[in-house]
């Protein structure tokens, strides 16, 4: 497109005292150059809609096609925590070994619309979950620890302080409860519940509350817990 119209300022600038002289000829002229611009541009444009709906029906085929894959040995909340069957693994987890497993997360939806929704963070531990149960680790091998801070503490929060403090139900609850029901310890920070005004008995009763999610942290990867950080992508 640049192009054409640098093309038709050139011919402009350049053939001035021919129009000035002809304005008939340079009438048409002119014409034809805006037809032919607009010709072209059209169908640049016509080829760059047609393009774009074939991609996005493409996209849409591939996700369909992963999503009918998907497998939820544990976690079952959210279709983000799906995972995919592999059928040609070399590398094999250790089934006889305890696999510690810390998440740090501080995810929290910055809008009202996504605190109706279950939390992406949670959704993402239940697929790291998922993968290691289906990769054949037994589900009473996992030891898991989820320390939340920052505004994600209120993924905690019971059912009546959510309704109360976001005009709607809480959400993340029953996923909340499925990690529970793999023994996973549920941590606050108890800098973020005074800075964020989070009182401890607004949460529910499975959520123990350590000084500091930074002491929490280190607490527990010194005790040979992996690290996985749950957090917004930058």
Same mark, same amino acid.
């Given at each position: 497109?640049?192009? +054409?119209?640098?093309?038709?300022? $050139?011919? +402009?600038?350049?053939?001035?005292?021919?129009?000035?002289?002809?304005?008939?000829?340079?009438?048409?002229?002119?014409?034809?150059?805006?037809?032919?611009?607009?010709?072209?541009?059209?169908?640049?444009?016509?080829?760059?809609?047609?393009? *774009?709906?074939?991609?996005?029906?493409?996209? *849409?085929?591939?996700?369909?096609?992963?999503?009918?894959?998907?497998?939820?040995?544990?976690?079952?909340?959210?279709? $983000?925590?799906?995972?995919?069957?592999?059928?040609?693994?070399?590398?094999?987890?250790? *089934?006889?070994?305890?696999?510690?497993?810390?998440?740090?997360?501080?995810?929290?939806?910055?809008?009202?619309?996504?605190?109706?929704?279950?939390?992406?963070?949670?959704?993402?531990?239940?697929?790291?979950?998922?993968?290691?149960?289906?990769?054949?680790?037994?589900?009473?091998?996992?030891?898991?620890? /989820?320390? /939340?801070?920052?505004?994600?503490?209120?993924?905690?929060?019971?059912?009546?302080?959510?309704?109360?403090?976001?005009?709607?139900?809480?959400?993340?609850?029953?996923?909340?409860?499925?990690?529970?029901?793999?023994?996973?310890?549920?941590?606050?920070?108890?800098?973020?519940?005074?800075?964020?005004? /989070?009182?401890?008995?607004?949460? /529910?009763?499975?959520?123990?509350?350590?000084?500091?999610?930074?002491?929490?942290? *280190?607490?527990?990867?010194?005790?040979?817990?992996?690290?996985?950080?749950?957090?917004?992508?930058?």
């Amino acid at each position: 497109m640049k192009y +054409f119209i640098s093309l038709l300022l $050139f011919f +402009f600038f350049s053939r001035s005292d021919t129009f000035s002289q002809s304005p008939a000829g340079s009438d048409s002229l002119m014409n034809r150059i805006s037809d032919s611009l607009i010709s072209k541009s059209s169908a640049l444009y016509t080829k760059s809609i047609r393009d *774009s709906i074939v991609k996005k029906v493409k996209d *849409s085929l591939f996700w369909a096609d992963l999503k009918n894959k998907a497998i939820y040995p544990v976690i079952k909340n959210s279709e $983000f925590s799906g995972v995919f069957p592999v059928m040609n693994v070399t590398e094999k987890a250790d *089934s006889t070994m305890k696999y510690k497993l810390l998440f740090n997360m501080t995810l929290w939806p910055k809008d009202s619309i996504g605190r109706r929704k279950l939390n992406e963070g949670l959704a993402e531990i239940g697929r790291i979950i998922n993968l290691h149960v289906a990769s054949g680790v037994p589900r009473e091998n996992l030891e898991l620890a /989820i320390v /939340i801070h920052g505004g994600a503490l209120n993924t905690y929060l019971t059912n009546d302080a959510f309704r109360k403090k976001f005009k709607t139900d809480n959400p993340n609850l029953d996923i909340l409860r499925q990690f529970s029901d793999l023994h996973a310890r549920l941590i606050a920070c108890g800098q973020a519940e005074l800075f964020f005004n /989070i009182p401890a008995e607004n949460m /529910i009763t499975e959520v123990k509350t350590a000084f500091s999610a930074r002491v929490a942290l *280190s607490t527990y990867q010194l005790k040979g817990y992996t690290l996985f950080n749950i957090e917004e992508e930058k």
